[in-house]
Every structure is written in C-alpha cells, then in structure tokens.
T-cell receptor, first 110, second 118 residues
C-alpha cells in the first residue's frame, strides 16, 4: 500500500496565528483529499487536490504530485479550527481505497 | 443535496453478538467504501462496493462483510463481535467509475456509527 506521513503530529497555536501542515506520500496518486475531523467524528471535506493549488477562505492547499507531498495552510487561525486534520490518498488501480495519514491534532487557544 | 447518512449513530453490543450498520450515499453516487477508525490503528479501509459488486477489500477477518443494494445503499455486518471491534465506522460515498474508465472522484464521508462492544 501507499505510506502517508503527516507532520507535525500535534500543533498548538494562539488564535490569529498561521500554520502549515504537511503530508508526504510514498507513491504516485490520483486523488488526494484533506479532511477536518470534527469532535463528533465526521470527516469534513476541505480540499480535493491531486495536484496544484486551491484556496477556500482562510485555508489553502498545494499538492506537488511529482515530489509526493501536499501542504495545508491555515491563516488567522480560530478556535473553531481545532481538531484533527487528515490527508488521504488513493491510486485508482487499487480501486477507491483511501490510505490515510495519522493526522495532525491542532489546538487553537484564545 | 442530502449528504451521506449512516444509521444507527451509536450502538452498544455484547461480545459474540452480530451487528449490521447501514450507509446511504449521496444521490447519484455509485461507490460506497467503509472504514474503521480506532485510536490504536487509525483509519483503516474495510471494503468498497460499486454497482452492487465488492471491488476491493482491506485486511480484515471474514467476520466483516458487506453488501450493496441496487439503490447504492450499503450495509456492513460484523459477526461474533470482539472487544477490539469497538470503533467508529465511517462510510464514504463517491460517484465512482467503472474499471474500464477508472478515474478518481471526490469522496464524501458520513457522520459515522460509533460501536461499543462490552
């Protein structure tokens, strides 16, 4: 399978600070998604980004597929950004099986 | 457009019992995948169904099974429950494509079913 590593594993920020979360993967992929897991466990879609750069409000993401990494940027963090962020990848020749990283646990303190 | 729904949301079972979880995908989506999340193992793939056929299976024992109906709704079943089966079970829905025209499509997750085995 594909190995997915996320860093840092834990992050504590003051409200208003910026942060960068990283996702490295071990093989070429056709799909990469970033999720935020809310306190009730649901995975909320942030970005579908197999390559390139996207922005959505205070969040943006960049995937450099040739170098096998993706970055999630959070600017002007808010307490509601707290939670666990997951990167997940898949390769279509293995079907729709996502390989997940172990997540980055973000805590934003007021 | 309604999102992915999973029922029940919470479940408590006793060792040795069996359980059935249900997932209704987003309208028009034909692919449903199941994942188990535990603190120790993280998010692990169970299986994927597309057009009522299991296309892919993760590394889980035969006690874990599933099926998909013609309306794309899916169920997963765990027989002879063990304490280690306590987990959050998540279902993902995507448009999916046939193997002939295989390409990646965005996946959307349901709220999950939290299973506790005592």
């Amino acid at each position: 399978g594909i190995q997915v590593e996320q860093s840092p594993p834990d992050l504590i920020l003051q409200e208003g600070a910026n942060s960068t979360l990283r996702c490295n993967f071990s093989d070429s992929v056709n799909n990469l998604q970033w999720f935020h897991q809310n306190p009730w466990g649901q995975l909320i879609n942030l970005f579908y980004i197999p390559s390139g750069t996207k922005q959505n409000g205070r969040l943006s993401a960049t995937t450099v597929a040739t170098e096998r990494y993706s970055l999630l940027y959070i600017s002007s963090s808010q307490t509601t950004d707290s939670g666990v962020y997951f990167c997940a990848v898949l390769r279509t020749n293995t079907g729709n099986q996502f390989y997940f990283g172990t997540g980055t646990s973000l805590t934003v303190i007021p | 457009k309604a999102g992915v729904t999973q029922t029940p949301r919470y479940l408590i079972k006793t060792r040795g019992q069996q359980v059935t979880l249900s997932c209704s995908p987003i309208s028009g989506h034909r692919s449903v995948s199941w994942y188990q999340q535990t603190p120790g193992q993280g998010l692990q793939f169970l299986f994927e169904y597309f057009s009522e056929t299991q296309r892919n299976k993760g590394n889980f024992p035969g006690r874990f099974s599933g099926r998909q109906f013609s309306n794309s709704r899916s169920e997963m079943n765990v027989s002879t429950l063990e304490l280690g089966d306590s987990a959050l079970y998540l279902c993902a829905s995507s448009r999916g494509t046939s193997f002939r025209y295989l390409r990646a499509t965005e996946q959307y997750f349901g709220p999950g079913t939290r299973l506790t085995v005592t």
